[in-house]
């Protein structure tokens, strides 16, 4: 079984995702104890996908992020590095048009998507800047990009229970639930490691992103960052 390091090389990232492709959506359920249905609702309306609209859902694993924007009615392109993730989608959804991509180097045109968005993946992504800049690309002017990622509580004491609760709590039941708990071993590290809410909207600037902001959920575990390309 393979466990990423916080270098995120690519090959370590792709590989250990493929070792919990098969039970990655139950793992997560568990894991935050059934908030990640509301944080999809979430993402959903942030993306306000419309019928015939074109949506690049990237890390999108098994397609489960993909399903909000599908019944809405548009065009959605599951992309995603681990082939493993999307082996597994495949088998589930055939009908769903799964691509493999790398977030730094993506395999579209420019100015292809109404939207893209990623949840939960800009944080494993060697080059975070290199994504956010490759997603500028392919998004069509006057288009939005949405972020949903694991990020700093606001209250701290609730910060410190949180914390305790990624390196303490989480490895345990993991182990409960996972074909690869290790992995959440890392998952936890990369969560502590990752820049918090001003700090991601200032790298979305950098990147060209304009009416950056964000919006915190389950009191800052989770943020959805937007932004806008400029027509």
């Known amino acids: 079984m393979t466990r990423a390091s916080l270098n995120k090389q690519p090959h ?17 359920d568990v894991l935050s104890l059934g908030q990640d249905r509301h944080w999809r609702r979430e993402v959903a309306r942030a993306v306000d996908a419309r019928p015939a609209q074109k949506v690049l859902d990237l890390a999108a694993g098994t397609g489960t992020s993909s399903q909000p924007f599908v019944r809405a009615g548009a065009y959605v392109v599951p992309c995603d590095f681990s082939l493993g993730m999307l082996q597994v989608g495949k088998r589930r959804t055939g009908w769903m048009p799964f691509t493999a991509g790398d977030a730094t180097r993506l395999p579209f ?3 292809t998507f109404d939207a893209v968005t990623i949840s939960f993946g800009l944080r494993n992504v060697q080059d975070t800047d290199a994504a956010l800049r490759e997603m500028y690309r392919v998004t069509r002017p ?8 694991f990020s700093h509580p606001t209250w701290t004491p609730f910060r410190t229970v949180y914390t305790e609760y990624l390196m303490r709590a989480l490895p345990p039941v993991a182990r409960a639930v996972s074909s690869n708990p290790d992995a959440y ?17 200032g790298r979305l600037r950098g990147a060209g992103w304009s009416k950056v902001a964000w919006r915190n ?15």
């Open 109 to 111: 045109k420019d100015d």
């Open 185 to 201: 071993v890392y998952l936890a590290e990369s969560i502590r490691a990752w820049p918090d809410q001003p700090a991601l909207a």
């Open 217 to 231: 959920l389950t009191g800052g575990v989770v943020a959805l960052h937007r932004g806008f390309k400029e027509a």
């Open 12 to 28: 370590e990232v792709a590989s250990m995702f493929d070792d919990v492709a098969e039970r990655y959506d139950l793992t997560n």
């Open 142 to 149: 006057g288009g939005r990009v949405v972020i949903c990622e």
